[in-house]
């Protein structure tokens, strides 16, 4: 796992996610961000670390997107400032599904990476507000 931190953005799946989501065409992110997530959750078996991190990555958008007030740093933030989109409420109930599933110890690699290193704690809490954001739908 390429992580340097317990941020949703701080893995490099994550960041290569965000970034080719930001470098492609602007009426294409909405569909990025779908995909990403779906595709974790309709694996019919054990979740891969990278799909995770990156489906965690397209939800954090959303749901930073959704409530403004959680702020996003470094180049994470800065390629969510050009992408145009807003969350309707399937993209939100998509992003609040995902970070269920991916909080799930059911057959996942990015869960037990983290369970077995000692830092899901502190991953969860980093992904709390995001998730907060999401089960609240603001817009």
């Known amino acids: 796992m390429g992580a340097w931190g317990h941020g949703p953005f701080e893995n490099d799946s994550a960041m290569d996610f965000v970034g080719d989501l930001a470098d492609g065409p602007a009426e294409e992110v909405p569909e990025g961000l779908r995909s990403a997530m779906a595709d974790m959750l309709e694996a019919g078996d054990y979740l891969e670390g990278p799909d995770v991190e990156a489906a965690i990555a397209a939800a954090c958008l ?51 990476l983290w369970a077995d290193g000692g830092g899901f704690t502190k991953v969860q809490a980093a992904i709390a507000p995001f998730r907060k954001a999401v089960a609240h739908g603001r817009n």
């Open 62 to 112: 959303v749901a930073a997107r959704l409530e403004p007030s959680i702020k996003i740093g470094g180049s994470a933030g800065e390629y969510l400032e050009g992408m145009e989109f807003t969350p309707d409420e399937p993209l939100r109930e998509l992003a609040s599904r995902t970070f269920a599933r991916a909080l799930d110890p059911s057959d996942n690699e990015w869960y037990d």
